[in-house]
């Protein structure tokens, strides 16, 4: 059902995955036209958590509340909103939600410190962009989308999680696994009884997830997302046992180490671009190699932030492949 929705552009409706477990679609806001997946979890005592409550607008809220209301709950029953990761269309919606409900938000504890070093995450990212070489007029945009002008919300969880941690439902085992990659505190959450896996945008059917898209930690997103792909293969298995896999966009599926598979495999691909750049170029810049390596609609299609994600990536690849040391600064 959320397959054809999304094949027909709509918002899929509220569906029950498990007893006590629903899927709500929320809408984007900033006028972009997209949704994203929540999900609702019932403990043994009726206490609700939240997995994701979406984009900060109001209509959201209210799509939950007639959501709870269609299975005799209310807004007043969700205790616990558990986020995957920092991003308005999944953490924007929690601060109104907790206001509304009295619960308490858990994020992981990557997350909450990309949160409070916003500001000079913002700064070195500028000195990222002067220093890839990208054409000079996509500096500005890539400032404004990419670097100190790149916004993002403030906001003070009240429970921290790390790896490992069980969820506070009565009478489920829902753990978090940390997934970085796409963000530095990216959580996954799995209830092994139930096959069940929430994979925030760890893992989507058919996106090629970004990564890098928060928080620095002087790590390497892509090492990083590529181990947390590992996980997810690790995780599951074959035949009747697989994992359903809920995640932050599109739609439900099974088929989980399929689907890392598969990106990991993207991957892998992307890197042989680079390498084929770095061994055809001398002393490239960043903006060099990106411009040899395969990009949906090609670089010059990219522009502000998505530009600068690309450009990023590509230092990322580089990186990854030990070959830093060939890249020359603009
Ligand atoms: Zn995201």
Redesign the pocket.
Known sequence: MQAEAVRRGELPPVEEVRHGVWSVAFEFGDGIDDHSLGYVVEGSDGALTVIDPGWGVEANLDRLESALADVDHSLADVDLIAVT?L?A??LGGAEALRRASGARIALHAAEQRALGERTSDAAAADADIARWGAPRDDQEALVASWGSGRHLPALTADLLLGDGDVLPIAGRLLRAVHTPG??AGHLCFVEPEQRLVFT??HVLPRINPGIG?GGRTGTNPLTDYLASLDRMVALDVAGPDALEVCP?HEYRFVGLRGRAEALIEHRADRSRDAAAALDALDRPTVWQVAERMSWSGGIASLHGYRLGSALAQTEWHVQDLGRADELRAA
Do not use: C, F
């Open positions: 990761h991003h269309d999944h796409h963000t925030g945008d898209l932050g």
